[in-house]
């Protein structure tokens, strides 16, 4: 699909049907004088609203606002200096409904859904063959399925519905949960009949990629039996398999791999991509493309021995590990703390009096460095002491730490570019074994989750530790397989919805975070609904704020 970008972008602001989900100034652009009648009722015009439906996966994965609602606020992160959410990262009194962030998303994730109504509801009016039209309703309904389990687990029991709006909508309902859920097994029931195993076009979802996300949505609703076995048949009917190493995930030439089993793709041309411009894309992104390798970044330009340049990034700062996050790791026998982790970086700049280019200029490390080690070297540490006090909040600036990597893209074009062309991954296979490890344990099948988890421990090892990943009974608990998902999926726009899955959010963030620990509250497990939309309707009364926020 990174061909069709363009065609992605302007159709998802062109669509009359969107008329209630986007700016004013977005209904009225509309170069190409497509209509809701010549995109509903020829194929080539269909095809333009279902690349619109795909198009507002960009809005969350890969984006700041989508790493804020799903990788903040739980146990692993702390905010960086540059954070521009902290009241998400921390819980604080700040997070009410003017959250900009949480506005946002609400926006897209509606608008999608509305493509998705209008798709599903006139597809018998596309002029496709009956093929054609089973795989794109497969499509639709996945895409569906998708956007209203992001919206459910973000803000509960909201609004619902099947039907295309078109025109000014001034009444919205509160749907109970269980209503979203039945619609999402309804619609995964039908996307995983539809869809072929395999596609030529990266990027649409295939009956694989439906079937896993269907597990997971039964691993959500406590349906185990039917999570383990979904999880299972993806594992073993199929041809994909783990990368040999685990670092091999991250190289931006080996983006699609046999691991992958759904990814949101970004096109090699950043030209093509979804940035904002008052032209091409007037419903683009700020800055456009995968934006995920500015946020996790320190500054390190500020260091001796350094300057700004491709390969060690942009660095916004936005977050910083928790202790606890680093601490899960062995690196000694577990290779992913190397892959996933920035510890060092070497001097590109020899104005600094000592250190050559090439030398190390800046190791920052998880560890207490005696003083006296640190005064004999001539680079810049920071140790644990510096970044950390002893209870894991932290201790210095917040500019300077360990850093995750796994989204550092060094073929951008320029030092100050924003984008980047590194495809999200949403589902891929180590995720998959989890799920089943997760499942099983949970019906008491010791052996698979052991298993299915020391498969992907032994795929994480360093050559010649591989027996000493191995975990056995008396070390598995619900807890232990969170901290194996946080070993492996660190970053990955899952955690938040793992710790509420689980039942684990709140807990585990009083017990490891201990920022947002000390504000975190029950009612924390939903985000406040935006006050844009609160504003908008005439039936208040019925459609009132999630608890706890004003």
Same mark, same amino acid.
């Not at 015009?45 to 984006?63: H, P």
């Not at 029991?157 to 039945?182: L, R």
């Not at 619609?183 to 009949?193: K, R, S």
């Given at each position: 699909?990174?061909?069709?970008?363009?065609?992605?972008?302007?159709?998802?602001?062109?669509?009359?049907?969107?008329?209630?989900?986007?700016?004013?100034?977005?209904?009225?652009?509309?170069?190409?004088?497509?209509?809701?009648?010549?995109?509903?009722?020829?194929?080539?015009?269909?095809?333009?609203?279902?690349?619109?439906?795909?198009?507002?996966?960009?809005?969350?994965?890969?984006?700041?606002?989508?790493?804020?609602?799903?990788?903040?606020?739980? &146990?692993?992160?702390?905010?960086?200096?540059?954070?521009?959410?902290?009241?998400?990262?921390?819980?604080?009194?700040?997070?009410?409904?003017?959250?900009?962030?949480? =506005?946002?998303?609400?926006?897209?994730?509606?608008?999608?859904?509305?493509?998705?109504?209008?798709?599903?509801?006139?597809?018998?009016?596309?002029?496709?063959?009956?093929?054609?039209?089973?795989?794109?309703?497969?499509?639709?309904?996945?895409?569906?399925?998708?956007?209203?389990?992001?919206?459910?687990?973000?803000?509960?029991?909201?609004?619902?519905?099947?039907?295309?709006?078109?025109?000014?909508?001034?009444?919205?309902?509160?749907?109970?949960?269980?209503?979203?859920?039945?619609?999402?097994?309804?619609?995964?029931?039908?996307?995983?009949?539809?869809?072929?195993?395999?596609?030529?076009?990266?990027?649409?979802?295939?009956?694989?990629?439906?079937?896993?996300?269907?597990?997971?949505?039964?691993?959500?609703?406590?349906?185990?039996?039917?999570?383990?076995?979904?999880?299972?048949?993806?594992?073993?009917?199929?041809?994909?398999?783990?990368?040999?190493?685990?670092? &091999?995930?991250?190289?931006?030439?080996?983006?699609?791999?046999?691991?992958?089993?759904?990814?949101?793709?970004?096109?090699?041309?950043?030209?093509?991509?979804?940035?904002?411009?008052?032209?091409?894309?007037?419903?683009?992104?700020?800055?456009?493309?995968?934006?995920?390798?500015?946020?996790?970044?320190?500054?390190?330009?500020?260091?001796?021995?350094?300057?700004?340049?491709?390969?060690?990034?942009?660095?916004?700062?936005?977050?910083?590990?928790?202790?606890?996050?680093?601490?899960?790791?062995?690196?000694?026998?577990?290779?992913?703390?190397?892959?996933?982790?920035?510890?060092?970086?070497?001097?590109?700049?020899?104005?600094?009096?000592?250190?050559?280019?090439?030398?190390?200029?800046?190791?920052?490390?998880?560890?207490?460095?005696?003083?006296?080690?640190?005064?004999?070297?001539?680079?810049?540490?920071? =140790?644990?002491?510096?970044?950390?006090?002893?209870?894991?909040?932290?201790?210095?600036?917040?500019?300077?730490?360990?850093?995750?990597?796994?989204? =550092?893209?060094?073929?951008?074009?320029?030092?100050?570019?924003?984008?980047?062309?590194?495809?999200?991954?949403?589902?891929?296979?180590?995720?998959?074994?989890?799920?089943?490890?997760?499942?099983?344990?949970?019906?008491?099948?010791?052996?698979?989750?052991?298993?299915?988890?020391?498969?992907?421990?032994?795929?994480?090892?360093?050559?010649?530790?591989?027996?000493?990943?191995?975990?056995?009974?008396?070390?598995?608990?619900?807890?232990?397989?969170?901290?194996?998902?946080?070993?492996?999926?660190?970053?990955?726009?899952?955690?938040?919805?793992?710790?509420?899955?689980?039942?684990?959010?709140?807990?585990?963030?009083?017990?490891?975070?201990?920022?947002?620990?000390?504000?975190?509250?029950?009612?924390?497990?939903?985000?406040?609904?935006?006050?844009?939309?609160?504003?908008?309707?005439?039936?208040?009364?019925?459609?009132?704020?999630?608890?706890?926020?004003?």
């Amino acid at each position: 699909m990174k061909s069709s970008t363009i065609k992605l972008v302007l159709t998802a602001s062109l669509l009359t049907v969107l008329s209630t989900a986007c700016d004013k100034q977005l209904d009225e652009y509309n170069p190409s004088g497509l209509t809701a009648e010549n995109v509903y009722t020829t194929p080539a015009g269909f095809e333009t609203l279902v690349n619109a439906a795909y198009s507002y996966t960009r809005w969350w994965y890969g984006k700041e606002d989508g790493y804020a609602l799903s990788e903040l606020g739980t &146990d692993l992160w702390l905010r960086g200096a540059g954070d521009v959410y902290p009241e998400l990262t921390d819980y604080t009194s700040n997070l009410q409904s003017n959250q900009k962030d949480v =506005d946002t998303e609400w926006g897209r994730l509606y608008a999608a859904v509305n493509v998705c109504n209008a798709g599903i509801k006139r597809i018998g009016q596309s002029g496709m063959s009956d093929a054609q039209q089973k795989i794109r309703e497969g499509e639709l309904r996945f895409l569906r399925a998708f956007y209203y389990w992001h919206i459910v687990e973000t803000w509960g029991g909201v609004h619902f519905t099947t039907e295309p709006t078109e025109g000014v909508q001034t009444t919205a309902n509160k749907t109970p949960i269980e209503t979203f859920y039945k619609q999402i097994f309804e619609d995964l029931t039908v996307a995983t009949a539809n869809l072929p195993a395999t596609t030529t076009d990266y990027g649409r979802v295939t009956k694989p990629a439906a079937e896993a996300f269907l597990a997971k949505m039964y691993l959500t609703r406590g349906q185990n039996k039917e999570a383990g076995d979904l999880a299972e048949k993806v594992i073993t009917s199929y041809t994909f398999a783990l990368q040999p190493k685990y670092a &091999d995930l991250w190289s931006m030439t080996n983006l699609e791999n046999k691991e992958i089993v759904w990814a949101v793709n970004y096109s090699k041309d950043l030209n093509l991509n979804d940035r904002v411009d008052a032209t091409l894309y007037p419903d683009g992104h700020p800055r456009g493309a995968n934006n995920g390798h500015l946020l996790w970044t320190m500054k390190y330009d500020d260091q001796p021995g350094m300057t700004r340049d491709i390969a060690n990034g942009r660095p916004f700062n936005r977050y910083m590990p928790s202790l606890f996050l680093l601490n899960l790791f062995n690196e000694k026998i577990d290779s992913r703390y190397a892959a996933s982790f920035k510890t060092v970086w070497i001097a590109n700049n020899s104005a600094t009096a000592g250190i050559k280019v090439g030398d190390t200029a800046v190791f920052a490390s998880k560890y207490i460095i005696p003083a006296s080690v640190q005064a004999s070297k001539k680079y810049r540490t920071w =140790d644990q002491s510096k970044v950390y006090k002893a209870n894991g909040a932290a201790a210095g600036d917040r500019l300077h730490y360990v850093c995750l990597k796994k989204f =550092d893209d060094p073929t951008r074009p320029t030092v100050a570019e924003e984008q980047s062309a590194r495809d999200v991954y949403v589902i891929r296979l180590a995720d998959v074994y989890l799920v089943s490890a997760e499942a099983a344990f949970k019906q008491g099948n010791t052996t698979k989750a052991l298993e299915r988890i020391n498969q992907v421990r032994q795929r994480a090892a360093i050559p010649g530790k591989e027996k000493d990943m191995l975990i056995t009974a008396s070390d598995l608990s619900l807890d232990f397989i969170l901290d194996e998902r946080a070993r492996e999926l660190a970053g990955e726009q899952l955690r938040w919805f793992d710790l509420k899955r689980t039942n684990k959010l709140v807990e585990r963030v009083r017990k490891y975070n201990p920022e947002a620990g000390a504000n975190i509250q029950d009612y924390h497990t939903l985000r406040p609904i935006p006050q844009r939309q609160l504003d908008a309707i005439q039936n208040k009364a019925d459609f009132a704020q999630n608890p706890g926020y004003n």
